[in-house]
């Protein structure tokens, strides 16, 4: 079975502040793939980032950066500088293999952003 | 390119009530079709998912259906609405195979509140 877990229900920074998401995921899975989403108010997921389990550099794009560690099955998602815009809550997800069943979701972290 | 499509944004529905979600993609043969429920303050819960035409996968038992009569087209359906059937539906589409690694792209989502 394979699992996503984001411990922080909600964070709640002021703007400018750095804020750093986690993601601890289990899986029995040598092949997987890990996942970042963005739910703003509207609802609609949007797709941030995907990450190979055999590519563990980490990446960054703009103000977000991503940190993927094996070693402690973390994925952890930090946003330098954040905006209001930037609340939302944000998925970690998992895919392990070559299946067609979708992701795995952790539930999800709420952040506010405050101005 | 591709796009997702899935109406209505809004539904209020009588306990006992028909349901029917449609949803429909663009741009892109083939793909792997999903829905998604989340409850309020929770995270996402496959419900359905189909590799093509007259394939189904069910993830949860419940009162719910789905159908995919068409390549891109994913339908999702109750005969009796319960109160427990309230949440936001999210439908996505896949693509897997070579040089795909099965991120979902996401619907706007369906709102449903069953009094």
């Known amino acids: 079975a394979q699992k996503v877990t984001q411990a922080q229900t909600e964070i709640s920074v002021v703007e400018k502040e750095d804020v750093t998401l986690d993601c601890v995921y289990e899986t029995r899975d040598t092949t997987y793939y890990l996942f970042w989403y963005k739910q703003p108010p509207s609802g609609e997921l949007v797709f941030l980032i995907r990450r190979n389990s055999f590519d563990e550099q980490n990446e960054i794009s703009g103000r977000y950066s991503w940190n993927f560690q094996k070693s402690t099955s973390s994925f952890n998602f930090t946003i330098t500088a954040s905006q209001v815009v930037d609340s939302a809550v944000y998925f970690c997800?998992?895919?392990?293999?070559?299946?067609?069943?979708?992701?795995?979701f952790g539930k999800g972290t709420h952040l506010i952003i405050q101005p | 390119s591709q796009t997702i499509h899935q109406w209505p944004a809004t539904l209020v529905q009588p306990v006992g009530s028909p349901l029917s979600l449609e949803c429909t993609v663009e741009g892109t043969s083939n793909p792997n079709l999903y829905w998604y429920r989340q409850a309020a303050g929770r995270g996402l819960q496959l419900l359905f998912y189909s590799v093509g035409i007259g394939q189904i996968s069910s993830e949860v038992p419940q009162n719910l259906s789905a159908s995919r009569p068409q390549d891109r087209q994913f339908i999702l359906s109750s005969k009796k609405l319960l109160l427990s059937d309230s949440g936001f539906y999210l439908c996505?589409?896949?693509?897997?195979?070579?040089?795909?690694?099965?991120?979902?792209?996401f619907g706007e989502g369906s709102r449903l509140t069953v009094l």
């Open positions: 996505a589409w896949s693509v897997l195979g070579r040089g795909n690694t099965g991120e979902l792209f």
């Open positions: 997800a998992l895919r392990s293999g070559g299946g067609a069943d979708g992701l795995t």
